[in-house]
């Protein structure tokens, strides 16, 4: 059975969201980095749970958490030069992540998609295992979108020669990649040099679960919507 080997990748210095990684969300005093490592700690499929990151912080909490509750989790200090926002995605993509690991497969997720339970985990992880055997070099998580589109002053998914405002649902799909899973062996992403293969699955996963922080409104947004699907009795893990 492969190695299925989870990513976290936590950069120190966010500058529109101050400690994004750490400062405390949802009744978790840990922050989003907490939050992740205990949804991950529920994945069984995952051999490792690697935290690559130059935040000194995150080191930390991430060493404590292997201590105290998952020895799974390996704290990973990330150069610097890999670290900065200067740094482009696709170097860090191809330079880096690549070479972390000489075989296995990787799960790439991170802390800024809070409501992504274990149960959705394992709900991609199925749907890797099931593309992979149908010829597919790597999964990524997509959003699936039937909205009114305009590109260029027209219609961009719909045709409103035939029908000015069709019903949603009947709208041809589009599919926007929301960032939260990505799996892919790391032999794949050696040869490709990016974090989607040649021939790519899209799993679509819910928009209310693959919402994710960029800014401080939506951290503030997303706190408050983790905080009352607990009060609903729903489990953030």
Same mark, same amino acid.
């Given at each position: 059975?492969?190695?299925?080997?989870?990513?976290?990748?936590?950069?120190?210095?966010?500058?529109?969201?101050?400690?994004?990684?750490?400062?405390?969300?949802?009744?978790?005093?840990?922050?989003?980095?907490?939050?992740?490592?205990?949804?991950?700690? %529920?994945?069984?499929?995952?051999? %490792?749970?690697?935290?690559?990151?130059?935040?000194?912080? /995150?080191?930390?909490?991430?060493? %404590?958490?292997?201590?105290?509750?998952?020895?799974?989790? &390996?704290?990973?200090?990330?150069?610097?030069?890999?670290?900065?926002?200067?740094?482009?995605?696709?170097?860090?993509?191809?330079?880096?992540?690549?070479?972390?690991?000489?075989?296995? /497969?990787?799960?790439?997720?991170?802390?800024?998609?809070?409501?992504?339970?274990?149960?959705?985990?394992?709900?991609?992880?199925?749907?890797?295992?099931?593309?992979?055997? &149908?010829?597919?070099?790597?999964?990524?998580?997509?959003?699936?979108? &039937?909205?009114?589109?305009?590109?260029?002053?027209?219609?961009? +998914?719909?045709?409103?020669? /035939?029908?000015?405002?069709?019903?949603?649902?009947?709208?041809?799909?589009?599919?926007?990649? +929301?960032?939260?899973?990505?799996?892919?062996?790391?032999? /794949?992403?050696?040869?490709?040099?990016?974090?989607?293969?040649?021939?790519?699955?899209?799993?679509?996963?819910?928009?209310?679960?693959?919402?994710?922080?960029?800014?401080?409104?939506?951290?503030?947004?997303?706190?408050?919507?983790?905080?009352?699907?607990?009060? %609903?009795?729903?489990?953030?893990?």
């Amino acid at each position: 059975m492969v190695d299925l080997i989870g990513f976290i990748p936590c950069r120190a210095g966010s500058e529109r969201v101050k400690n994004k990684n750490t400062r405390p969300f949802a009744g978790f005093d840990g922050g989003l980095l907490e939050l992740k490592l205990r949804q991950l700690q %529920r994945v069984p499929e995952l051999s %490792r749970i690697v935290v690559s990151t130059n935040d000194a912080a /995150v080191l930390d909490y991430a060493e %404590r958490f292997r201590q105290d509750h998952d020895p799974r989790v &390996q704290p990973l200090p990330r150069p610097d030069k890999y670290g900065v926002s200067s740094t482009s995605m696709g170097e860090f993509i191809r330079d880096y992540i690549a070479y972390l690991e000489q075989d296995g /497969v990787m799960v790439w997720t991170h802390v800024t998609h809070p409501l992504i339970t274990s149960a959705s985990y394992r709900e991609v992880i199925a749907a890797y295992h099931a593309a992979a055997a &149908q010829g597919h070099d790597s999964l990524i998580t997509a959003t699936k979108l &039937q909205k009114f589109l305009w590109k260029d002053g027209k219609p961009f +998914n719909y045709d409103n020669s /035939v029908e000015k405002w069709p019903r949603s649902q009947d709208i041809e799909p589009v599919y926007e990649i +929301n960032h939260g899973v990505y799996m892919m062996p790391f032999s /794949v992403m050696r040869d490709t040099g990016d974090r989607i293969g040649r021939k790519p699955y899209f799993h679509a996963m819910p928009e209310h679960d693959a919402m994710d922080i960029d800014w401080q409104d939506q951290f503030d947004l997303l706190d408050e919507i983790a905080r009352a699907r607990v009060q %609903r009795g729903q489990s953030l893990l």
